[in-house]
């Protein structure tokens, strides 16, 4: 495999890999097996994103635009089972064609965590520093940072197939990047109303959301 890598893919499967280890290490991989209610939300979340992300468009090899839905998959499961999930779904996709492998590592890095750990940064700091509030948590940790990390992935991956000159900067712009627009209000209403009604009918799926911070007193 190494002989069709570019440089940049060789560092990204080899960062994946170390994250992957490290998660594995990390993850209660004896709840998953004992636990029902996890079983079928890590890979519910799993199934839903997997067929999420098989409707995409592009015209350029790699340049695809594709719902996310990755706050709300952190939002539901939080970062290490999210992370799981992430991965579950993108080697799915990979497996089926719609992503080629040697961009497996830069797609885990830049498609996948980031996102993710860009929305529980978002999410930490929503919790310890503004009022727990319900629209709070629905405004800022889902909506606004669904269409943030959006613009973040498409931006990462731009800029990637540009400094591994795969596509060039007016390719990357013309067919990709132009596109940022577009999708930051799907993408946010998306994620928002997902957890909406996740909070208001299944608010014990949610780990992020708690009813004593977020609606008790309030």
């Known amino acids: 495999m190494t002989d069709s890598l570019s440089s940049l893919q060789l560092v990204g499967w080899v960062l994946y890999l170390a994250s992957l280890f490290w ?22 979340a799993s199934v839903s994103l997997f067929v999420l992300w098989l409707f995409r468009t592009g015209i350029y090899t790699g340049l695809n635009v594709h719902f996310l839905w990755l706050t709300a998959l952190t939002l539901l499961l939080g970062l290490r089972w999210a992370l799981f999930s992430g991965f579950v779904t993108l080697l799915g996709v990979t497996l089926v064609g719609l992503e080629d492998w040697a961009m497996f590592g830069v797609n885990g890095l830049l498609a996948v965590s980031a996102p993710l750990l860009v929305t529980y940064l978002v999410y930490n700091f929503s919790f310890h520093k503004l009022p727990r509030h319900f629209f709070i ?10 269409a943030s990390v959006m613009a973040l992935k498409m931006f990462l991956l ?18 990709y ?7 930051l209000f799907s993408e946010a209403m998306l994620n928002g109303m997902t957890m909406t009604l996740l909070i208001i009918y299944k608010p014990s799926w949610v780990y992020t959301f708690y009813d004593k911070y977020y609606i008790k007193d309030k």
């Open 137 to 146: 948590y629905v405004f800022i940790c889902a909506f606004i940072t669904g």
């Open 177 to 183: 990047l132009l596109l940022i627009p577009l999708m």
């Open 23 to 44: 998660l594995y290490k990390s993850l209660p991989v004896r709840q998953l097996i004992d636990d029902k209610k996890v079983q079928h939300l890590v890979f519910g």
């Open 158 to 175: 731009g800029g990637y197939f540009y400094l591994d000159d795969i596509h060039t900067w007016q390719v990357v712009w013309d067919n």
